[in-house]
């Protein structure tokens, strides 16, 4: 990319901030299979309106050669049913190698509260990168320098007559590598992140703009000012029948919880305003669908009316790594949830999973700050609790037999907490063709000789927490048979093969889901005539936040073999990889241990 430029013009015009930005973005490519990528996208929306754009290739032998095939269109973001959000795409001509493609346009930025970051690098080596911003005597900024390669930016300030001007500048800069099981970009990728913090009135008076959560909040409480002014006779009616009989505060918002997860579609919205303003409860119960806001809305209205203490709440999920101390901005956020205060703590209750269990945060908020709107002029943020590892069970267990070289035997498998409740919402989106692909997946082990059938899942006798997975299978031609002696490799199931983190090339933070607890037993029934002759030594070994057991036992005619993992990390930091190494450095020759049977 040899240049990656924004800049934006900030002012107050009327007593009404003003922004523009001007974005200009100048490809070359190097070889012919580069020069593949002939489509050009400018992403835009009602917020973010596009003014005016030109683009065209500059060809190698330097002849200028105006974009074809311009269209706009509807670009919706992904699991969105509808947003205001526009694509206009173009193809460049003429690109071979050593051409050089040119984008450049300006956009008005309708709400000065919906400022994006600024990305100076990005999934190629940027020569050029710099964003400058602009700001008018009348303009107080406030920015965050975010990423792993940020001491790469310089920053100047200077301060002119008539504005002030932030400049922030890359050169030479290699791209940053995308890994898949990385956190979203926001946590890695190297940007700038910047707000309005006040604003000079025509009256001389600075005004707080964004300048703490408690101006956020003051934006926030105004988008719930005007909903759910009274509980209609449906949505009444709806949550006195859920909560009669009940004499328990726990027991009536459970009831509420679980109706609205079970009888409220997520739907998502994101038009104009209407990606930010909740609908009215009454509306969302008539309809039977809603996004989350309005899944948040319909949930306070209930609680309330069932007398308890319920909250609209803004939070970010954890593909946002952003505070609302350091950013007190919309970017912070990008999600809506109810919170119930029940015996003097908070409860989350997010109606969008329809598995989530009551009491238990969603996995995608856990340890995120909550932005909870406590009246028309108060709030509190409260950090949404981490589950801990114990709490996420994965435990598969293995019976196995052999017979005529043939492997036979069964697997169970309990699932415990975000394992269970995951599955529980995966198998609910599957067809019959996807949920046996799916189940042979989870059953899979060993070779792939291994085959698997008689599927079965148990969620009935369980509770919302827990589920169990079936299946029966055989497995030719594992072990060996050597003059009498029989040898098995008892790893059916190797987590962690293969999974070494780069180190120290890699910059770039490795993401969970969720800390969790694995639990594999494999059973081996000692065949007819045989016994034990050797079993591998017992070994364990752990790091800070993570590591693994292993136990052989000769337990009667069986040999129980059992393998634990856990981890007790969300997010793992560069300066932990070393250490996550070294345990798999202890980890992978316990794959190559073999037990040894010989005859009586």
Known sequence: MLKNITQYNIFVDNDSVKVNSRDIEEFMFLTENGAMRKEGRIYHSGFHKLLDYKAYTIASNGKQLEATDVKTKTNPSSGIFYDDAKVTTFNFPGLTAGAISHVEYTTQHV???????????????????????????????????????????????????????????????????????APDRPYWGTHVVFHIEQVKKANGQWTNFLSSPADLYRLYAGYVSNINKETGTELSAVTDSLIKGKTSAKAKAEAIYSWVQGNIKYVAFEDGMEGFIPRDANLVCHRRFGDCK????????MLRHAGLKSYYTWIGTRKLPYTYEETPMPLVDNHM??????????????????????????????????????????????????????????????????ADKILKGDVRLYLKGYYATDLRTRLMYMGATDKEKYSKEIAGRASNKFAA??????????????????????????????????????????????????????????????????????IFNIPEGFTVDYLPANKSYKQDGFGFAFTYENKGNQVVYTQEFFNDYLILQPEGFSNWNKVLEQLFPQYKETVSLIKK
Not at 499 to 509: A, C, F, L, S
């Open 294 to 301: 309005d899944m948040a809305s319909i949930l306070t209205v």
């Open 111 to 181: 709400n000065p509260y919906l400022l994006s970051p600024g990305y100076l690098i990005l999934g190629v080596p940027v020569i050029n990168g710099e964003l400058k911003i602009s700001c008018d005597p009348n303009i107080k900024l406030r920015y965050l320098l975010k990423g792993v390669s940020k001491d790469l930016v310089k920053v100047k300030e200077e301060k002119k007559k008539n504005e002030t001007v932030y400049t922030f500048t890359v050169k030479d800069a290699k791209n940053e590598d995308y890994y898949p099981d």
């Open 453 to 522: 059938e008689g599927f079965q899942y148990n969620f009935a006798s369980l509770s919302k927490n827990e589920a169990a997975f079936s299946c029966t299978f055989t497995l030719p031609d594992y072990g060996k048979n050597m003059a009498g002696n029989l040898f098995i490799n008892m790893n059916l199931i190797r987590p962690y093969e293969h999974q070494e983190i780069d180190y120290p090339k890699r910059k770039i933070p490795v993401e969970w889901s969720y800390k969790f607890t694995k639990r594999f037993v494999t």
């Open 337 to 402: 949830i109810c919170a119930l205060e029940l015996d003097g703590q908070y409860i989350f209750l997010d109606g969008t999973d329809p598995s989530c269990v009551f009491g238990i945060p969603a996995d995608h908020i856990q340890g995120k700050e909550a932005f909870v709107g406590i009246d028309p002029a108060n709030f509190k943020i409260v950090k949404v609790p981490v589950v801990p590892k114990e709490e996420n069970l994965y435990a598969d267990t293995t019976v196995m037999t052999l």
